[in-house]
Nanobody, 126 residues
């Protein structure tokens, strides 16, 4: 799987951004659990959200719950991250990730990542 993330940028606190992650796959895209990680300056990369194959099940870490929304369009081989009510502490490089084929998104939370996207910067100014 090859993943291409886009949509990062600079936004003021309280604003919104939408990240996209387009996948090039040899197998059906809906056979991959998907998720997003982020890495703030000087910190380790952290898992923040995952979505099931069909998109019917989602998970959020407490740090983004209620503000971020993950979704996917399996016809377009794309996963999205809608980020609302952004805070300066959300400043980070955001990475999309996929599991191995027919693996649950939960593998991503456990650190078992099949493929990484290249990362896109999000800067939230106060």
């Amino acid at each position: 799987v090859q993943l291409q993330a886009s949509g990062g940028g600079v936004v003021q606190a309280g604003g919104s951004l939408r990240l996209s992650c387009a996948a090039s796959v040899r197998r059906a895209f809906d056979g991959y659990g998907m998720g997003w990680f982020r890495q703030a300056p000087g910190k380790e990369r952290e898992f923040i959200t995952g979505i099931s194959w069909s998109g019917g099940s989602t998970y959020y870490e407490d740090s983004v719950k209620g503000r971020f929304i993950i979704s996917r369009d399996n016809d377009k081989n794309t996963v999205y991250l809608q980020m609302n009510s952004l805070k300066p502490e959300d400043t980070a490089v955001y990475y999309c990730a996929s599991t191995s084929y027919e693996s649950s998104w939960y593998d991503l939370k456990l650190g078992r990542v099949g493929s990484w996207g290249q990362g896109t910067w999000v800067t939230v100014s106060s």
